[in-house]
């Protein structure tokens, strides 16, 4: 099992740019998670999804939109880069319930010129 | 609201004990968690404690909740090199979906 996957590894997008994210995962999670994370502030949520079909904003939703494609793949888009913007991305996935143990994908370093 | 605190930084010597603290407001939490990431990399669990728990032990982790003060802990015990990282305290709230809320993380620095 690969586990969680994401791509790319890294990018560099200029201001107005749009990109998507892509995530994918193989454990058969119903829910999948998109994080960004700054230095010294943690993981702060972007979107979620409990299940295919579903999706939610997180603590900071701006800026970007989602789609979960299946139970497997969640991507998340930037329309309109900004330098806010500019932070490592991260992909998480669960079973979901009570217990919430988070699997994580390698990240996706992000700068936006 | 909830919040997860925890100091930035922590620099021991290899064979010495390290003692990472985090605070945390709500007190529905249910499970609170320790995540490990190292330099490029995602996180991974490294465990958890059920609410209803005090402490937890795994080998060289030992994990102390108190509940009373929202203080948890986790101790690793003979540090390595190897446990050089950045340490992340998290909680989940049953009234919010179970989502996790993650503290600022705590860079362990361990000197040969």
């Known amino acids: 099992n690969a586990g969680v996957t994401q791509t790319p590894k890294f990018q560099v997008l200029k201001t107005g740019q749009s990109m998507t994210l892509q995530c994918a995962q193989d454990m058969n999670h119903n829910s999948m998670y998109w994080y960004r994370q700054d230095p010294g502030m943690g993981l702060r949520l972007i979107y979620y999804?409990?299940?295919?079909?579903?999706?939610d904003k997180g603590e900071v939703p701006n800026g970007y939109n989602v789609s979960r494609l299946n139970k497997r793949e969640f991507s998340l888009r930037l329309e309109s880069a900004a330098p806010s913007q500019t932070s490592v991305y991260f992909c998480?996935?669960?079973?979901?319930?009570?217990?919430?143990?988070?699997?994580f994908g390698p990240g996706t370093r992000l700068t936006v010129l | 609201g909830e919040d997860v605190e925890q100091s930035l930084f922590l620099s021991v010597r290899e064979g010495d004990s390290s003692v990472i603290n985090c605070t945390y407001t709500d007190s529905s939490s249910t499970y609170l968690y320790w995540y490990k990431q190292e330099p490029g990399a995602g996180l991974q669990l490294l465990t958890y404690?059920?609410?209803?728990?005090d402490m937890k032990q795994d080998q060289r982790l030992t994990v102390l909740l108190n509940k009373k003060d929202k203080h948890l802990s986790l101790r690793i015990a003979d540090t390595q090199t190897g446990d050089s990282a950045i340490y992340f305290c998290?909680?989940?709230?049953?009234?919010?979906?179970?989502?996790?809320?993650f503290g600022g993380g705590t860079r362990l620095m361990v000197k040969p």
């Open positions: 404690i059920f609410s209803n728990m």
């Open positions: 998290a909680e989940s709230i049953t009234n919010a979906g179970n989502m996790l809320t």
């Open positions: 999804s409990a299940s295919e079909g579903t999706t």
């Open positions: 998480a996935s669960s079973v979901n319930g009570l217990y919430n143990e988070q699997f």
